[in-house]
């Protein structure tokens, strides 16, 4: 179980957790469609450390660049990538507005 820091907070992948599952665990937002290394839409900048691929995808990776949906951390890394606003803020400002216009 290795350490994934992003910009907001850290935690540690699970045994046999992509690094996407890992940062959908934890509240973070990452586009994704292929979940397989295929589209490469799930692309962020790797800070520091090093990841590793089941197999090899087949989006290009530049250097400084992970593909989270088929990746897992080698040791322990960083990468650029926010957690969601909470669902529970969003709603605690959709009351107030509507408690406004009632």
Same mark, same amino acid.
């Given at each position: 179980?290795? @350490?994934?820091?992003?910009?907001?907070?850290?935690? =540690? *992948?699970?045994? !046999?957790? &992509? *690094?996407?599952?890992?940062?959908? =665990?934890?509240?973070?937002?990452?586009?994704?469609?292929?979940?397989?290394?295929?589209?490469?839409?799930?692309?962020?900048? @790797?800070?520091?450390?090093?990841? &590793?691929?089941?197999?090899?995808?087949?989006?290009?990776?530049?250097?400084?660049?992970? @593909?989270?949906?088929?990746?897992?951390?080698?040791?322990?890394? #960083?990468?650029?990538?926010?957690?969601?606003?909470?669902?529970?803020?969003?709603?605690? !400002?959709?009351? #107030?507005? #509507?408690? *406004? #216009?009632?």
């Amino acid at each position: 179980m290795s @350490l994934v820091r992003t910009t907001d907070t850290q935690f =540690r *992948l699970l045994d !046999g957790e &992509t *690094l996407l599952e890992g940062l959908e =665990r934890t509240g973070h937002q990452v586009e994704y469609q292929c979940r397989s290394g295929y589209c490469g839409s799930c692309r962020i900048p @790797l800070v520091y450390g090093q990841v &590793t691929y089941k197999e090899q995808p087949l989006a290009y990776v530049a250097p400084g660049e992970v @593909l989270p949906c088929c990746c897992t951390a080698a040791e322990p890394i #960083s990468v650029d990538c926010q957690r969601m606003p909470k669902a529970q803020e969003e709603n605690e !400002g959709q009351l #107030s507005f #509507s408690g *406004l #216009s009632a």
